[in-house]
């Protein structure tokens, strides 16, 4: 299998995610299924916790308790999207869990938006314009207009552009890849 990949959302018992990913990749790797699991995630974020001595300290905690997230190798069957049976048997067989995200436990892949929105997939994101440079907006509901760049924050994935509309200048937050550099910069 090879081609389309798609993620999806496995529920599991609470505590047991990452007993689930190891297991889950320990039988992939056994049976050489590389080709068909590609990839297990328990989403993951670093906190600041302050204890009441003012003392602080960084903890990873799960963003999604009770899930783990899997890449999977899918191919197109009758205009829609299935992963082999030996995957879904690996995966819904797996100790701890309990089955596939989806109505009556039938798999439903994340959409692209959902993905980006989780941070499960970085995506870069290529910038060749700096804070001062002219701009087009290329996507959205203002594309086709300019502006100035205010501010730029590559890992939080957007752009600050002063943008003049109505009379007035306006500041407005977008996303990298809706803006690119203007052609005569």
């Known amino acids: 299998m090879a081609g ?55 903890v990873e905690r799960k963003l999604m308790p009770g899930y783990v997230l899997v890449k999977l190798a899918v191919q197109e069957v009758k205009d829609e999207l299935t992963m082999s049976d030996e995957a879904w048997y690996v995966i819904r067989n797996t100790r701890g869990v309990t089955g596939f995200v989806g109505p009556e436990s039938k798999p439903v892949p994340l959409t692209e938006a959902e993905v980006a929105k989780l941070g499960v997939e970085k995506r870069v994101v290529e910038v060749n314009y700096n804070v001062g440079d002219m701009v087009n907006i290329v996507d959205g509901p203002l594309a086709d207009y300019s502006g100035v760049v205010e501010s730029l924050d590559v890992d939080k994935n957007y752009v600050l552009v002063r943008i003049s509309m109505f009379g007035r200048e306006i500041p407005t937050e977008f996303e990298l890849n809706q803006v690119e550099l203007a052609a005569n910069n």
């Not at 590389?34 to 974020?45: A, C, F």
């Open 4 to 58: 389309i990949s798609k993620w999806y959302v496995i529920h599991t018992y609470s505590g047991y995610e990452n007993k689930v990913k190891d297991n889950i990749e320990k039988v992939v790797a056994n049976r050489s299924m590389e080709d068909q699991i590609l990839e297990v995630k328990v989403p993951t974020e670093i906190v600041t916790e302050i204890k009441e001595n003012g003392e602080s300290k960084e």
